[in-house]
């Protein structure tokens, strides 16, 4: 777990790669997607960890089974994934949030939300940030026709030789 942190490191040898643009953009939003699905992990494992230590969490869709909590009799894949979902939903603010049966739950959710705020505003940024440094370079081409079509107008050149440059 502690060597994740050199996964953050990706995004500098990215920039540091001998390819194409695209290719190089591509591996930055594949890098964001990355980060993102590791944050919702991690998310999904402190949740997890805190359900199966108390016990008493009744997902949303286990509601109307109360006394049988179908939840704590699947599988830990089972369980794992279903929380998976919940942190998902939880993090992008969903409504749908799972049910509380204690105040350090309803910490946790609380936490999740903020966090996700945050997590997602941060991801949107650099996705747009991305975008942006793609469209740059389509942007210069765009100016420098623009320029050299105002230089001819300029000069008064003739119609049919500004159509050819």
């Given at each position: ?53 108390r016990e008493t969490w009744i997902p949303p869709k286990d ?31 969903n409504d749908l949030l799972p049910t509380f049966s204690s ?63």
């Amino acid at each position: 777990m502690v060597k994740l942190g050199r996964l953050l490191r990706l995004g500098r040898m990215i920039s540091y790669l001998n390819v194409n643009k695209s290719l190089q953009f591509g591996a930055k939003i594949g890098e964001l997607l990355f980060l993102l699905v590791l944050c919702v992990h991690c998310i999904a494992c402190g949740w997890f960890a805190l359900v199966r230590y108390r016990e008493t969490w009744i997902p949303p869709k286990d509601v109307d089974y109360l006394g049988k909590e179908p939840f704590y009799t699947g599988t830990e894949t089972e369980q794992y994934t279903l929380v998976f979902l919940y942190a998902v939903l939880t993090l992008v603010g969903n409504d749908l949030l799972p049910t509380f049966s204690s105040s350090l739950e309803v910490m946790m959710a609380a936490l999740t939300i903020l966090m996700g705020c945050i997590i997602v505003g941060t991801v949107i940024g650099q996705f747009s940030l991305v975008l942006e440094e793609f469209n740059q370079k389509e942007r210069k081409k765009r100016e420098e026709q623009d320029m050299l079509q105002q230089v001819m107008r300029t000069l008064k050149v003739p119609e049919d030789i500004q159509h050819r440059v």
